[in-house]
């Protein structure tokens, strides 16, 4: 018994690799673009506390996300390019940094549109890749290639651990940088953050955590399902006849 692959698998995998590098490419830009112009505002305004900024600016976890993105996204690939196969804590990684990246998506595109971030000034093609495209870029890689990743549940519980790690490492340091920043006597990525914004303070900010943390629950357990459906659909795809030399050719050509 022998799986048969899909005549457009070779060029599926092609478009899965040029757009992996276009994502890549897209998101070191805005990355690097929305600092250069952060910057620039605190240059101009003659801004002592730059190197804090620039501390505070990796802090957004939208940055954070993106970048694990841009990583994962090079190392499939590079792995692609070598034909190499993928061990499963690239595929975990993978399914943490879409996962990460959905999640910000709704996030910010249902609490946080509109509210203006401290970036200093935002340049808005930048914050269109980060949370609009890159997440959907995310999203539609993880659904072409959703077969070939090899999760299971329990890596549910690892797509929690880091957002949880941010949430306590933003809560904790948040008044912890006030006698640096002059402005104001605390600093937070978000302003939903902010336990002064609450009347009960923390126990707001608290209950908001745990509703951020569901959210990127959910986002990784509706990839795995879609991941495992795509995988069990796929063993049920065997033929029994014979594998002759042409059909080598149609094999996906791990770039998947």
Sequence with gaps: MSTVAPKHAPLLSRALLIGRIALAAAIAAAVLGQLSTS????????????????????????????????????????RALRRAPLGRAIHVLALCATAYLVATG?????VLLGVEL????TLGWSNVVLVLIAPLGMLIDWLLSARERAVRW??????????LLWLTYTLVRGPLVSFQTGARDHWYPAPVLDPAGYENGYGSVMLLTLAI???????????????????????????????????????PEGLA
């Design 106 to 110: 709704i996030v910010y595109n249902t």
């Design 213 to 251: 943390a569901a959210t990127f629950a959910i986002a990784g357990a509706v990839l795995i399902t879609v991941s495992r459906a795509a995988s069990s659909a796929r063993a049920h795809t065997v033929t029994t006849e014979p594998r002759g030399r042409g059909d080598r050719e149609l094999e």
């Design 39 to 78: 910057l620039q505002f605190w240059t101009l305004r003659g801004d002592p506390d730059i190197p804090l900024h620039v501390i505070n600016f990796f802090s957004f976890f939208a940055i954070q996300a993106n970048l694990l993105a841009m990583v994962t996204l090079a190392l499939l690939a590079v």
């Design 154 to 163: 329990p890596d549910l519980a690892i797509v929690t651990i880091y957002p």
């Design 118 to 121: 401290p970036l200093g000034a």
